[in-house]
T-cell receptor
């Protein structure tokens, strides 16, 4: 079966750092995606991890532990435009998404 | 390079009507996917395809059908529309390159209302 869990909502302050966690249990696994989705828009790609460890891309970093079935997305120097939903997704041939984490940024 | 194109952008259907949601990609991607997204929820996989002539069910296939006669096109068919199919539908594609994979690219979505 497929099960991907992430928190439903989080709140953080502009300029701060936030970590969004994701745990997954899937029958097949070849990598993990993080996508950002603003309300009313299509998802846009943030990061992809296939090996254990940290991938850094500017203000955004993503970590993967395959043995623990665990990933996180780290957002630094938060800006108001980072208010969005963040979707964790595990892939083999299929790409299965979690329910998304709605991030609210306070000024 | 248009990427992934979905048509129509909006549609209102009556219960029991049929329609086809179109999805075309011009990136020569072998993998294509259809998702639905209900308000405030994540994406649920309806069907996917790993190449022309090959399709498989996802998490929520009931009430839908697909075909993949070409690499570029992956239409989604609703035969007897029901109110439960009111949702936003997204098509996506990616090129499978094993561990060198990159992201799936999404179309802009089709907002479907069944009344």
């Amino acid at each position: 079966g497929q099960n991907i869990d992430q928190p439903t909502e989080m709140t953080a302050t502009e300029g701060a750092i936030v970590q969004i966690n994701c745990t997954y249990q899937t029958s097949g696994f070849n990598g993990l995606f993080w996508y950002q989705q603003h309300a009313g828009e299509a998802p846009t790609f943030l990061s992809y991890n296939v090996l254990d460890g940290l991938e850094e891309k500017g203000r955004f970093s993503s970590f993967l532990s395959r043995s623990k079935g665990y990933s996180y997305l780290l957002l630094k120097e938060l800006q108001m435009k980072d208010s969005a939903s963040y979707l964790c997704a595990a892939r083999d041939d299929k790409i299965i998404f979690g329910k998304g984490t709605r991030l609210h940024i306070l000024p | 390079n248009a990427g992934v194109t979905q048509t129509p952008k909006f549609r209102i259907l009556k219960i029991g009507q049929s329609m086809t949601l179109q999805c075309t990609q011009d990136m020569n991607h072998n993998y294509m996917y259809w998702y639905r997204q209900d308000p405030g929820m994540g994406l649920k996989l309806i069907y996917y395809s790993v190449g022309a002539g090959i399709t498989d069910k996802g998490e929520v296939p009931n009430g839908y059908n697909v075909s993949r006669s070409t690499t570029e096109d992956f239409p989604l068919r609703l035969e007897l529309a029901a109110p439960s199919q009111t949702s936003v539908y997204f098509c996506a594609s990616r090129r499978d390159r094993g561990q060198l994979d990159t992201e799936a690219f999404f179309g802009q979505g089709t907002r479907l209302t069944v009344v």
